[in-house]
């Protein structure tokens, strides 16, 4: 019996910081339509879904800064996209800026959920690697401030069973680090949901690289990741121009050999879709890539590795 997801993943085009959640969930519902017209078991949103990406301002208003913000998942008009998606007998994996924490002692995490055909949560996961500063930098043009606006995830990198097979999360800048795909590799991952905010110039971070290099890098890392750890990567961008920055685009959808199978065209809101065999991690992971019988963790000197 093959074991086939059919995944879509949902670029959006940009969100403008005025542009509310009803507005967005529409947006979203649209795509969450197509998917489930087009048979679609899956559907991958990216990072921060629900509004524009606002760590690249200073947000000096408190009452705003909060609005970016989700208390409960779902809550407010979010709660429709959750009732389609069970009407639709969907699923979909969401980023989403999270408050958590109680009144006293909030805490602020880069989340993403992923949500059964049955519209329930199945899991979540709190983003790791939090890029960028924690300090405004007036000289850039746009600031970088996940780390000011979230703490570290301490929710590890946690896999669930859904959908037929193994799935995991992880969340734009986690793609850039191995250790995101061997983590969940190591406990059974088979596909890999990815949803980013990727500006095409990363002030007083990239550099100097060309727009061409980071769009390389964005798909080396993403295809390296699905192929060294046979599994299936859905990469899902913010694209277009948010405000005033322009998004690196480049959603993409990658089999556990490391090959692009779908990709969108656009810079809007699109679907990329593809049949995602689960079946097909088998070969890599029983065979170059079986961790358990090939990986040497016990040599690798003074490294200290997860087991
Ligand atoms: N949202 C992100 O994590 N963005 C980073 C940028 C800032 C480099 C990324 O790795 O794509």
Redesign the pocket.
Same mark, same amino acid.
């Given at each position: 019996m093959t074991r086939i997801v059919r995944v879509a993943a949902a670029q959006l085009g940009p969100i403008a910081r005025l542009e509310n959640r009803e507005q967005v969930v529409t947006r979203l519902i649209a795509l969450l339509r197509q998917a489930a017209a087009d048979g679609c078991d899956l559907v991958v949103y990216p990072?921060m879904a629900l509004t524009t990406?606002f760590p690249h301002w200073e947000v000096t208003d408190p009452v705003e800064l909060e609005s970016y913000y989700e208390k409960a998942m779902p809550e407010g008009a979010v709660t429709r996209l959750f009732e389609e998606a069970a009407r639709l007998k969907i699923g979909f994996s969401l980023g989403y800026a999270e408050l958590a924490g109680t009144a006293d002692t909030p805490r602020h995490f880069n989340s993403s959920v992923l949500v059964g055909k049955d519209g329930r949560v199945i899991g979540k996961y709190r983003k790791i690697h939090l890029?960028?500063y924690a300090e405004i930098h007036p000289e850039h043009p746009f600031q *970088?401030l996940?780390k000011m606006y979230f703490e570290v995830g301490d929710l590890g990198f946690p896999v669930f069973d859904a959908f037929g097979g193994t799935l995991g999360m992880c969340?734009? #800048?986690d !793609? !850039?680090w191995p250790e995101t795909y061997r983590l969940l590799a190591l406990q059974g991952a088979e596909l890999i949901t990815l949803g980013? *905010?990727?500006?095409l110039h #990363?002030p007083g971070?990239?550099t100097g690289q060309s727009p061409e290099q980071r769009r390389f890098h964005n798909h080396l890392c993403m295809q390296a990741g699905a192929y060294q750890n046979s599994s299936w990567v859905v990469g899902v961008a913010k694209a277009g121009i948010e405000e005033g920055c322009e998004m690196m685009a480049g959603t993409c959808i990658v089999a556990p050999t490391g090959e692009i199978v779908a990709e969108t065209k656009t810079l809007g809101d699109e679907l990329a879709v593809a049949d995602c065999d689960l079946d097909a991690c088998i070969p890599g992971k029983r065979g170059e890539f079986d961790l358990a019988l090939n990986r040497r963790p016990e040599h690798y000197g003074l490294l200290v590795e997860a087991s």
């Open positions: 990072e990406f890029p960028g *970088n996940e969340i734009c #800048n !793609r !850039r980013y *905010n990727t500006p #990363n971070q990239d």
